[in-house]
């Protein structure tokens, strides 16, 4: 599991942060901190893995903490979840360091993608001594030599890559809209566009099964788990 330290300053916007990390596969939340001298303190004593960083709190503010966190070296990622949307505090995160910048209020499936690519970028680089160029820039810098396909209307990248990443982990499994709409946080209606996409790039098959009373019922199923042709809208 992957172990995130929420450092918010108001207890109900870290709730809400803690819920939607325990949505996402793979995540815990270890601790809640309510400002960066509590931060800092709880980083030493607990083994912490990724912080998810509010900026404005009372006393030393976020910025402040990530530079401080950059200047003890501690090994440790940091997400911003911030209302700050300046220029130069965006630039000022990235420059430290941040893996990602959010801006309040966003959807959870923003957040939710934003987590699957660093626990992916995680499980990558998991006992890997060592990569190739090609695999660095496919897996932890997301560049694609592969000219990106139009989507269809209504439809996310980021989502779509969400709703990829839960079906690759569930290969094998049928699954209906619902199901897979609960597991990844999003509405059925969404969830049923991005499926539909999906089986009509021959992706997904769709199986019918007929009970002995009431309708039949739609399952989804992946057809190709490692197949090409999705990374081009990825």
Known sequence: MIRVLIVEDDPMVAEFNRRYLEKVDGFVATAVARSAREALTLLESLEVDLILLDLFMPGM??????AQIREQRKGVDVLIVTAACDS?????ALRNGAIDYLI???????????LADYRNQVLFMR???SVSQEELDRQILGKEQQEQADLMKGLDRNTL????????????TA??????????GISRVSMRKYLEFLKQIDVLQMEVIYGSVGR?????RCAA????????YL
């Open 61 to 66: 503010n976020g910025l402040e903490l990530l």
């Open 88 to 92: 130069p505090s965006i630039k000022q």
């Open 104 to 114: 309040k209020p966003f959807e959870f499936e923003r957040l939710s993608a934003a």
């Open 127 to 129: 006992n890997r001594a």
């Open 161 to 172: 890559k969400t709703v990829w990443d839960k079906i690759r982990e569930i290969t094998g």
């Open 175 to 184: 699954f209906t809209t619902e199901e897979l709409a609960n597991q990844v």
């Open 216 to 220: 039949p019922v739609y399952k989804y």
């Open 225 to 232: 788990p490692d197949c090409s042709i999705i990374k081009r």
